[in-house]
T-cell receptor, first 112, second 112 residues
Framework: DTGVSQDPRHKITKRGQNVTFRCDPI?????LYWYRQTLGQGPEFLTY????????KSRLLSDRFSAERPKGSFSTLEIQRTEQGDSAMYLC??????????FGEGSWLTVV | EDQVTQSPEALRLQEGESSSLNCSYT??????LFWYRQDPGKGPEFLFT???AGEEKEKERLKATLTKKESFLHITAPKPEDSATYLC?????????????FGEGTQLTVNP
């Protein structure tokens, strides 16, 4: 069990550029979550997948955000036309159904 | 809407000085209450899950308790390595996907 893995750990991008984050969940975990966390705040739910199906999206997930989980394994979170307000840590997490949710180390995004 | 409030926002202790962190919650049907520890620049690390009022769990110098309205994280004889932000989160029965709603955390500093 190697834990939830996220890549890249840090990304600096110019406003208006697109960025993509990757998450590899704990093997056998069928649920995968994306959260966003800004400084001094707790993580906020963005979206989750059960296997390859995206079953819920938060109001926080604007149409510039898209997440995929092809074949129910790794997931990607893409942010198009980045804005300074997108600067945050993007956390991926995974779990079995109704079990503890384990988080990765996060991907820091800075939009300049 | 599910809500979690943590207090205090920040707490400074001397090594060996025991104290408690508070997590007050409102949720329509609690499936579970979670405590996580988060070090600067890293993802949340799972500590405990509590499911029903009266339940207690312990791990090293930490003990978590749960009532119908709040949870406490008791820290006995803390050490400097216990310094971190402690996050509380609730999981509601009604939410699909077992998403977590987090509080803003308590930043704990333990001085040697």
């Amino acid at each position: 069990d190697t834990g939830v893995s996220q890549d890249p750990r840090h990304k600096i991008t110019k406003r208006g550029q697109n960025v993509t984050f990757r998450c590899d969940p704990i093997s056998e975990h069928n649920r995968l979550y994306w959260y966003r966390q800004t400084l001094g705040q707790g993580p906020e739910f963005l979206t989750y997948f059960q296997n390859e199906a995206q079953l819920e999206k938060s109001r926080l997930l604007s149409d510039r955000f898209s997440a995929e989980r092809p074949k129910g394994s790794f997931s990607t979170l893409e942010i198009q036309r980045t804005e300074q307000g997108d600067s945050a840590m993007y956390l991926c997490a995974s779990s079995l159904v109704f079990n503890t949710i384990y988080f990765g180390e996060g991907s820091w995004l800075t939009v300049v | 809407e599910d809500q979690v409030t943590q207090s205090p926002e920040a707490l400074r202790l001397q090594e060996g000085e025991s104290s408690s962190l508070n997590c007050s919650y409102t949720v329509s049907g609690l499936r579970g209450l979670f405590w996580y520890r988060q070090d600067p620049g890293k993802g949340p690390e799972f500590l405990f899950t509590l499911y029903s009022a009266g339940e207690e769990k312990e791990k090293e110098r930490l003990k978590a308790t749960l009532t119908k309205k709040e949870s406490f994280l008791h820290i006995t004889a803390p050490k400097p390595e216990d310094s971190a932000t402690y996050l509380c989160a609730v999981q509601a029965e009604k939410t699909s996907g077992s998403r977590l709603t987090f509080g803003e955390g308590t930043q704990l500093t333990v001085n040697p």
